[in-house]
């Protein structure tokens, strides 16, 4: 009986070290990842913005242009960053505010969707002032945006064929 006890309780060691040496590298495995992470890229609030800023240009040029397709394409752009915004810059306050632009952003999507040149005007002047109401309370007053009077980017042709 004596025997079984002590043998009982020497596999029980065993496997009580075995799972201590598991776990540890796990551990080890787990701090190495989370020390990857905190160094891994993460954009910047104004570069997000500025990328929200050339979209917003460029689909100004290609609804002026009735280039439906492009004009679509720069909407979804759009979107795409201000996903990224709430994705990487959640803990900011101009986060939190980000959706107030989307009902704007809808009614230039209609106008694209049915190509009609007067709507997408009037929908990208709500845009550009959603914009600009967003950049006021969130305290970003001086950042204003505006419809973009001449095309900077000369690599690009906006017109359709």
Known sequence: MKYI????????LIA?????KDYEAL???????????????????????????????????????QNWKLADFEIHEINEVLENIKKYQSERKESKS?????PAIDSVKTAVKNKNLQYFNKSYISLTDACNR????????????????????????????
Do not use: R
């Not at 009580?16 to 201590?20: G, L, R, S």
């Not at 905190?38 to 917003?56: I, N, R, W």
């Not at 980000?98 to 989307?102: A, E, L, R």
């Not at 006021?136 to 009077?149: G, R």
């Open 27 to 65: 551990k080890g495995k787990v701090d190495s990842l989370e020390n990857k992470l905190a160094d891994a890229y993460k954009p910047g609030f104004g570069e997000l913005m500025t990328s929200v800023q050339a979209h917003h240009a460029k689909l100004w040029f290609a609804g002026k242009n």
């Open 5 to 12: 006890f002590l043998l009982t309780l020497s596999i029980s």
């Open 134 to 161: 967003c950049h006021k309370l969130t305290d970003f007053e001086f950042n204003i945006v505006k419809i973009p009077d001449k095309q900077s980017f000369s690599n690009q042709d906006f017109k359709i064929e």
């Open 98 to 102: 980000i959706d107030m632009i989307t």
């Open 16 to 20: 009580c070290n075995n799972h201590n």
